[in-house]
């Protein structure tokens, strides 16, 4: 399987980046769905394709079944709706936990989505 990030030209419709997946050998679209706002990498570890993005992380089966979707928000530091969300380095996915760095020079660290 490979799975791409690809941006969306169609600067009205409110997902800016989609990820699709496709069989190696045949070259045959297996699913396309949306990925995080402003996708800035992902990586596959087993059967999960790991998602990020500049305000989320998302993680689901490589078979496409939506309903293996799990979505992390990114943190935001200090409280409150308006508080911006912390840009996340590239992350590094181990073990089923997730590593990455902050624009401040900090890492952070959670159980992957």
């Known amino acids: 399987m490979l799975v791409v990030p690809a941006g969306n030209e169609d ?4 997902v800016d980046h989609f990820l699709a997946a496709y069989d190696r050998r045949t070259g045959r679209r297996l699913w396309h769905y949306g990925a995080p706002r402003e996708t800035a990498g992902l990586a ?27 979505k992390k928000d990114t943190p935001r530091p200090g409280s409150g709706t308006g508080a911006t969300a912390v840009h996340l380095g590239q992350p590094l996915y181990l073990g089923g936990a997730l590593f990455a760095d902050t624009d401040e020079g ?6 992957a989505p």
């Open 106 to 111: 900090e890492v952070v660290s959670g159980h």
């Open 44 to 70: 596959l570890a087993r059967k999960r394709v790991l998602s990020f993005g500049a305000y989320a992380l998302e993680g689901r089966n490589t078979s496409g079944d939506v309903d293996t979707l799990r």
């Open 11 to 14: 600067a009205s419709d409110p």
